[in-house]
């Protein structure tokens, strides 16, 4: 009778979770990455010959990470890091790029929420003129 009694309170509880919209873990990674890229900034890069910082942001809730990808698709790419400018005015990870393109990419990873940093953006060749970007925070 006791075993019934479990079972039967086991199959409520899965039944009251399928009811209740209980999504499974890829789908709810993807709606975070959706909410994440939703409230993304549309950015703008001209060619020049040095970095360029753009901010300072304040990370948010929204997104666990700063991500960027680029919108203008014609083969350019950028370097980008993130300045935590309430701490230090060099990039992280040792004071490096990484390099983006089309693809959503992650530039600084489990950054804290309320978080101040600058994105610092230099060409990878003279086909950044004019390139049109996306950073998610």
């Known amino acids: 009778m006791i075993k019934t009694r479990a079972l ?3 199959l409520v509880t899965v039944a009251a979770l399928l009811g209740a919209g209980a999504a499974p ?14 409230g993304a900034r549309n950015l703008n890069y ?11 942001f304040t990370t948010s809730s929204r997104c666990g990470d700063v991500n960027m990808r680029l919108t203008t ?3 350019a790419f950028l370097y980008a890091c993130v ?10 990870h040792d004071n490096t790029y990484s390099l ?9 990873t489990e950054v804290k929420d309320g978080t101040r940093f600058v994105l610092r953006v230099g060409p ?14």
């Open 8 to 10: 039967a309170s086991a």
């Open 25 to 38: 873990a890829a789908a709810q990674s993807s709606a975070a990455a959706t909410s994440c890229y939703g």
């Open 46 to 56: 001209r060619y020049q010959v040095g970095p360029k910082d753009f901010g300072p």
């Open 73 to 75: 698709d014609n083969g």
């Open 83 to 92: 300045v935590f400018v309430d701490h230090t005015d060099k990039c992280n």
């Open 100 to 108: 983006h393109g089309t693809p959503w990419a992650t530039v600084a």
């Open 124 to 137: 990878y060749d003279t086909d950044a003129q004019n390139v049109n970007f996306q950073l998610a925070y």
